[in-house]
């Protein structure tokens, strides 16, 4: 939240500049006076009703008799200029040196500002796909940081162990997992689970979601999607974790908008590097999703996305645990009963229930 803060106010601050800067070229542009063509300039010099001129370096600044105008045409720089003007009595201020020095450095300026603001709008568009995917080596959260979900602890531990030992476990014959899905409503720790996988298993961790891969431009989703998997390749073993992934994974609509078929491409995409594993490449996906039935069959079937595990709301004995840790290091009053309140949370998903414990 800290870091939006301190982007908005950079950008207000931007507009800001941008205002001012614009404002400020504007007037400048109209001190100049009216721009007449240098024939007509000339005219006027024939016929003897310029005044006064003043010479810069790109530009005469110049005033006509009898009127209270003033008016500007492009310097010539002829040799023999400033005599004629002298010759037919004009009144004349040569500013080609020092005089133009502001504008020289204002046009500079406006320029860079210019070129920012472009540079700027071009990130803002294309910035998503030049992020690269973070490894991270240590997420910093064990299992002793989630309560309950023994059975799956197991289940999952057994699948990296897979994917450290490939060969091992290939002289047996058992196939390395690819995929699996967590499913179940949110706020049940389904991201804190698979980081705290990763630091079980000693693994590279990369975590990403389904909005990631999702662009104002066509094909920039598909490349995100094969940039990710290079990656995780690169820094084997590694454990890819997708939040979201419903956001992506829909079940693909082969006569829909520009958007569907953008989607389905990004589906195949991950087909592709689904089925480009091979037994030694190290890499298990995990993805997350509160709508697993909403999935493409495609995915889900066996040698991708193989395995579901449902993460639901935590159990009483699961709720008491998470009781504890949310309240480690806090004096509780003695007028409190674990299990009654662990009961009162029953139907509440475990951040709902961190955000009881941890409100007062």
């Known amino acids: ?15 800001i500049a941008i205002i001012v800067i614009t404002a400020a070229f504007m007037l400048l542009s109209q001190s100049k006076g009216t721009y007449l063509k240098y024939k007509e300039f000339n005219d006027l010099l024939t016929e ?14 110049f005033r006509i008799e009898a009127d ?3 008016y500007y045409t ?13 010759l037919a009595g004009v009144d004349v201020k040569d500013s080609t040196e020092g005089d133009d020095g502001f504008f020289t450095v204002f046009d500079i300026l406006f320029d860079a500002v210019f070129i920012a603001i472009i540079v700027t709008v071009i990130y803002r568009v294309f910035g998503e796909y030049f992020k690269s995917f973070r490894i ?3 997420t910093g959260v064990t299992f002793d940081d989630i309560a309950g ?62 909005a990631d891969f999702q662009s104002m431009f066509m094909s920039i989703g598909p490349k995100k999607i094969r940039q990710l998997f290079h990656k995780a390749r690169k820094n084997k073993p590694c454990i890819v974790f997708i939040d979201e992934f419903d956001g992506i994974g829909e079940r693909r609509n082969f006569a829909g908008s520009g958007i569907d078929k953008e989607n389905n491409r990004i ?5 592709n590097e689904m089925d480009g594993f091979e037994n030694e490449d190290g890499v298990l996906v995990i993805a997350a999703t509160n ?37 480690r290091g806090k004096r509780l009053s003695d007028e409190i009963n674990i299990d009654n309140l662990a009961k009162s949370f029953d139907g509440l998903s475990c951040s709902a229930i961190e955000y009881n414990d941890t409100r007062n």
């Open 149 to 210: 979900m023994d059975d799956l602890k197991k289940e999952m531990m057994y699948a990296v162990n897979i994917l450290k030992n490939p060969e091992e476990y290939r002289k047996k014959g058992i196939r390395p997992t690819k995929g699996i899905v967590l499913e179940g409503p949110p706020g049940n720790g389904k991201t804190l689970f698979a980081k705290a996988l990763a630091e079980e298993a000693g693994v590279n961790f990369i975590a990403t979601r389904g």
């Open 1 to 15: 939240m800290r870091r939006n803060g301190v982007k908005r106010r950079l950008i207000i601050a931007a507009c």
């Open 48 to 61: 003897g009703k310029i005044t006064s001129v003043t010479i810069r370096t790109d530009r005469i600044e």
């Open 74 to 86: 492009d310097n010539p720089k002829t040799d023999g200029f400033m005599e004629r003007l002298l």
């Open 68 to 70: 209270s105008g003033k």
């Open 267 to 271: 589906i195949t995409a991950m087909l």
């Open 136 to 138: 991270v080596r240590h």
């Open 291 to 327: 709508s697993y039935a909403s999935l493409d069959a495609a995915l889900v079937r066996p040698g991708r996305f193989d395995l579901k595990y449902t993460v639901p709301n935590p159990d009483q004995a699961t709720r008491i645990k998470l009781i504890n840790i949310y309240t």
